[in-house]
């Protein structure tokens, strides 16, 4: 179970953190990612992290949140978190958490490769 948390109305130029309780995995997901959809628009992906098992982690972020974002997990707490700041209203849409128990590396991207998600967490990003 995938559980969203830290969306509402944020005004722009602000930052925000989402959070994502993980539970129900015997072992960790080595894939975690957050994504974004707006309606009528396919769903994005935001960010991704990807472990492989000797411990390496690749992270990709979208082109549109280059250097305004950072993903990363707390794997004592079951948590991943996204980090977004300089918001727009561009940036407005529900915000998903997915995870793969694969190591996906570069294709973290794809949502597709998920086979867990959570119900989503809105954000507003309006004045």
């Known amino acids: 179970q995938l559980v969203e948390s830290g969306g509402g109305l944020v005004q722009p130029g602000k930052s925000l953190r989402l959070s994502c309780e993980i539970s129900?995995?015997?072992?960790?997901?080595?894939?975690v990612g957050w994504f974004r959809q707006v309606p009528g628009q396919e769903r994005e992906v935001v960010s991704c992290?990807?472990?492989?098992?000797?411990?390496?982690?690749?992270?990709v972020h979208a082109e549109a949140v280059q250097g305004r974002a950072a993903i990363s997990r707390d794997d004592g707490n079951k948590t991943v978190f996204l980090d977004m700041n300089h918001l727009s209203p561009e940036d407005s849409a529900v915000y998903y958490c997915?995870?793969?128990?694969?190591?996906?590396?570069?294709?973290?991207?794809?949502?597709?490769?998920?086979?867990?998600w959570g119900r989503g967490t809105q954000v507003t990003v309006s004045s």
């Open positions: 997915a995870a793969s128990i694969d190591s996906l590396l570069g294709a973290c991207v794809r949502s597709t490769k998920y086979g867990f």
């Open positions: 129900g995995f015997n072992l960790q997901p080595r894939s």
């Open positions: 992290l990807s472990r492989n098992d000797d411990g390496r982690l690749t992270e």
